[in-house]
């Protein structure tokens, strides 16, 4: 019998290749935590193969329980535009808990750059949604070393970046616009870069992680395509698909007047409440979401940085750079009759599940 896994954020943009890594071949089974099983995404899940549904929230000590008990290893990305930066923190490590109490033998946490330390605690870099998840992944590794700890779990952390998808998506914070026929992408990033993740890679880099435990555990495994500088994404996009594109950088007042995110007055986390003091607007989340990647360069250096040579061994056929990215999927398109990058540029669709759902949810 295939080792179980158990997915709290299965229906998620990454969840769903990550689970579709781990079953493809009948080398793991799947329990996935979902609000809803009879959900489109859950759906799809289920027909991957050896998977199973569990209804229930994380935001409960039973639900978790019933997902851990049974399974030998977890993976566990908490929707924080869900629950917003105070309660991710709680639950994930909550989780993190008891996955150890119902003996979970390796637990993979779905992580973010914790940017506010990265930066020196500079007060421009704060995002929560990557604090958050940053603070938990430190948190985590801390306790891999502790020995009687690490003889009952191993664990790893998975941490990404902004799909690279997300730059041609519906009510992402870098959607494009067609402005004058040209593809545009207004937002404010200078001649910064951003650390854009292919989700078919994650499919790859976390199915690598719990078949090479021992190496993994207590790995930090930070993944990108590339750094990537919007000016770049413009021109790949026209060597690619022939069509005009450009990038324009736009200072951060403009774009929280014209910006696909709105003005940014709402809670960054849907059931999050502004009223209290540890919540964030949006305007404030993704001002430093913003400033983080206007400090990253495509030399990687800057605020955030990836080990590419350990990417280049773990995953040799992975995809490096934004114009190999836009090759491939116009290629996917063509032998799957489906739209190219120009209709999917200026008739954009949603690759979050935030964004599909309308930001209505629970947790």
Not at 178 to 185: A, P
Not at 333 to 362: C, F, H, M, N, Y
Request: net charge neutral.
């Amino acid at each position: 019998m295939a080792p179980l896994v158990f997915v709290i954020g299965g229906t998620g943009a990454q969840g769903i290749p990550v689970i579709r890594g781990l079953v493809k071949d009948g080398a793991y089974a799947v329990r996935f935590l979902t609000r809803d099983a009879t959900s489109a995404r859950a759906k799809l899940l289920l027909s991957l193969g050896d998977v199973e549904a569990l209804e229930g929230t994380f935001a409960s000590e039973a639900d978790l329980r019933k997902g851990f008990r049974g399974a030998q290893y977890a993976f566990v990305n908490i929707d924080g535009f869900n629950c917003g930066e105070k309660t991710e923190m709680f639950w994930a490590i909550r989780a993190y808990e008891l996955a150890l109490e119902e003996g979970i033998k390796f637990f993979v946490y779905g992580n973010l750059d914790y940017v506010y330390k990265k930066s020196g605690f500079d007060p421009k870099f704060r995002t929560g949604h990557y604090d958050g998840k940053g603070r938990v992944g430190e948190w985590i590794l801390q306790q891999t070393k502790t020995p009687e700890i690490a003889k009952r779990m191993g664990a790893a952390l998975f941490t990404t970046g902004p799909y690279i998808q997300m730059a041609l998506g519906q009510r992402t914070p870098m959607s494009p616009i067609l402005e004058d026929g040209v593809v545009t992408w207004k937002v404010p990033l200078g001649e910064g870069a951003v650390a854009h993740v292919d989700l078919d890679d994650c499919e790859y880099y976390v199915r690598w992680l719990f078949d090479h435990q021992e190496r993994s555990n207590g790995l930090a495994l930070d993944v990108a395509i590339d750094l990537i500088n919007y000016h770049d994404m413009a021109k790949a996009f026209t060597n690619v698909t022939g069509r005009p594109a450009k990038y324009v950088d736009t200072d951060l007042e403009t774009y929280w007047k014209i910006g696909p995110l709105g003005p940014g007055q709402t809670s960054s986390g849907y059931n999050s409440d502004l009223s209290d003091p540890s919540s964030m607007t949006l305007r404030e989340n993704f001002t430093g979401f913003w400033n983080m990647w206007k400090h990253t360069r495509t030399d990687n250096r800057g605020v955030i940085q990836r080990d590419f040579a350990l990417l280049d061994e773990i995953h040799p056929n992975r995809i490096r750079s934004v114009e190999e990215w836009f090759r491939r999927e116009e290629e996917k398109s063509k032998d799957q009759g489906l739209p190219g990058l120009w209709d999917r540029a200026t008739k954009l669709k949603p690759v979050l599940k935030i964004a599909e759902d309308g930001r209505r949810g629970r947790l």
